[in-house]
T-cell receptor, first 113, second 111 residues
Framework: QQQVKQSPQSLIVQKGGISIINCAYE??????FPWYQQFPGKGPALLIA?????SEKKEGRFTISFNKSAKQFSLHIMDSQPGDSATYFC????????????FGKGTKLTVNP | DVKVTQSSRYLVKRTGEKVFLECVQD?????MFWYRQDPGLGLRLIYF???????EKGDIPEGYSVSREKKERFSLILESASTNQTSMYLC??????????FGPGTRLTVT
């Protein structure tokens, strides 16, 4: 069973636009929700992460919104740039991130100039 | 900076061969993980280890085994490679409560 569902599978946005990627989870024991960014030929790298005690976390142009009751969280990329073109993965873990990460299937983001 | 290195970036093996993928981290992390990445399927956990000589099965362990004789090194073994094991293999490590750090990946092709 898929514990973390991610959508959309692919996303095309114009430069300057807002990119939104959504994830939903099932296991209420999850308490750590990171987003990873992966460029071609590279391993995933942590972009931003949130814990369920807050509803939003912002780092520069990247924001995670978290809805505990709906068991959903999303990544918003403001003022999207061509350099943001990458594959984005949401993930979830228990024990504050100490346990294994369960990943969504990924979203390939293309930002057109 | 944490560095996770993987022994090969690209590997081509024949069906039935025994394949070793090596991963080394340089930050004394207790936890190490092997994932495989396939288009449309995301990252799926094969095996992980919370300490030397300890190992636990992930979601898709069939056809794989692992070895962790030293804290910094975690090896993934394909006992008899098959074409359905053609994939990108990613190693990661972390320490309690800290982010995962991934290696660059090994793209394995089994012919």
């Amino acid at each position: 069973q898929q514990q973390v569902k991610q959508s959309p599978q692919s996303l095309i946005v114009q430069k300057g636009g807002i990119s939104i990627i959504n994830c939903a989870y099932e296991n209420t024991a999850f308490d750590y929700f990171p987003w990873y960014q992966q460029f071609p030929g590279k391993g995933p790298a942590l972009l931003i992460a949130i814990r369920p005690d807050v509803s939003e976390k912002k780092e520069g142009r990247f924001t995670i919104s978290f809805n505990k009751s709906a068991k959903q969280f999303s990544l918003h990329i403001m003022d999207s740039q061509p350099g943001d073109s990458a594959t984005y993965f949401c993930a979830a873990s228990k024990a504050g991130g100490s346990e294994k990460l369960v990943f969504g299937k990924g979203t390939k983001l293309t930002v057109n100039p | 900076d944490v560095k996770v290195t993987q022994s090969s970036r690209y590997l081509v093996k024949r069906t039935g061969e025994k394949v070793f993928l090596e991963c080394v981290q340089d930050m004394d992390h207790e936890n190490m993980f092997w994932y495989r990445q396939d288009p449309g399927l995301g990252l799926r956990l094969i095996y992980f280890s919370y300490d030397v000589k300890m190992k636990e099965k992930g979601d898709i362990p069939e056809g794989y085994s692992v070895s962790r004789e030293k804290k910094e090194r975690f090896s993934l073994i394909l006992e008899s490679a098959s074409t359905n094991q053609t994939s990108m293999y990613l190693c990661a490590s972390n320490i309690l409560g800290q982010p995962f750090h991934f290696g660059p990946g090994t793209r394995l092709t089994v012919t």
